[in-house]
């Protein structure tokens, strides 16, 4: 965040001590002109106002001025919409497409978070004993660069969620193609991932394939300067783990205790975010997960065979 909203700003070179109410709202429109969203700048914000209340425990500052200026409100967040196993079979399809070698890692990362309900940072901090037969261990993370033994929220337990026979293959699978036998599952040159490699992956291999795969789309948007530029518009990483918590509250077998486990959050939680997706498919026929995600993987590998014949 200081980074990528701080640093480059004008803000950055000004003393603590002469920043105003009015330097801060000048630089909130500074960050508004430049397209941040109103959820990131109160994140910035959030964060210079711990800083002003460190200095000002320190002496460095006389009070703390981000608390006298009013910030953004938040945009009311919009509905999950869960990918189908249909959408995440064509974007698995579409990365092995664009890199048969690669495409096998990240086909399988897409596979892990589409069906585990796993964070990403999650998932990139997987070692190869965690794949167990019936469930896979969740009791790490990654984050820039560095391993935690522990859950998003601290003090949470290890959890285990329902490892499907596809996701097992596919992990078996990518070993065997990377000899991978010990250690995380994924490394970048023998590495656990950087917020950079992270961030990589997701412009240069992950929305390329959700263009293709119908679910994200390149637009043109107009920078402060009058030039044009492109951007992404489109699912997210992220959006793979509604996917899970969609397949079983589908196919019906488990309570919303249990699924709120399974994902790693309190239930009042799912009710909160999934209660829409509880409520369309109460009236569905149910579905076996299982079932679900082979008849959508058989699909999308006709189709695949279909457009290279």
């Known amino acids: 965040t200081w980074n990528k909203h701080v640093l480059p700003r004008r803000i950055s070179q000004i003393p603590m001590r002469k920043i105003t109410p009015l330097v801060l709202y000048e630089y909130v429109a500074e960050l508004e002109d430049a397209g941040v969203s109103a959820g990131t700048i109160r994140v910035v914000l959030g964060m210079l106002q711990s800083m002003f209340r460190r200095a000002g425990e320190w002496g460095k500052a006389s009070g703390n001025v981000v608390k006298e200026i009013t910030k953004p409100s938040a945009p009311r967040k919009r509905a999950i919409v869960p990918l189908t196993p249909a959408a995440v079979e064509r974007i698995r399809q579409a990365m092995l497409r664009a890199d048969p070698t690669r495409g096998i890692r990240d086909a399988t990362i897409v596979s892990i978070l589409g069906y585990t309900g796993m964070r990403p940072e999650e998932v990139l901090a997987l070692e190869c004993d965690h794949p167990k037969e019936k469930t896979i261990l969740v009791e790490q993370k990654v984050s820039l660069g560095v391993i935690y033994k ?5 003090g949470r337990p290890p959890r285990s969620p329902r490892l499907f026979s596809a996701v097992r293959a596919d992990i078996r699978a990518y070993q065997l193609a990377f000899g991978i036998r010990s250690g995380l ?35 043109p948007y107009r920078r402060t300067d009058g030039s044009w530029g492109r951007r992404y ?27 709120a486990n399974q994902l790693g959050h309190s239930v009042e939680t799912l009710l909160r975010v999934y209660a829409h997706v509880i409520a369309e498919m109460a009236e569905k026929r149910k579905v076996p997960a299982e079932t679900a995600i ?16």
């Open 185 to 219: 599952l994924f490394t970048i040159d023998g590495e656990p991932w950087s917020q950079t490699a992270y961030n990589n992956w997701r412009k240069r291999v992950w929305q390329p394939a959700c263009v293709v795969a119908g679910v994200g789309r390149i637009e």
């Open 233 to 259: 518009a489109g699912a997210i990483p992220y959006d793979l783990r509604h996917s899970f918590a969609s397949l079983l509250i589908h196919e019906g077998e488990l309570s919303i205790v249990e699924i």
């Open 294 to 309: 082979t008849e959508a993987r058989l699909k999308a590998s006709g189709d695949e065979l279909a457009r290279a014949a």
């Open 150 to 154: 522990c859950q998003k929220v601290k």
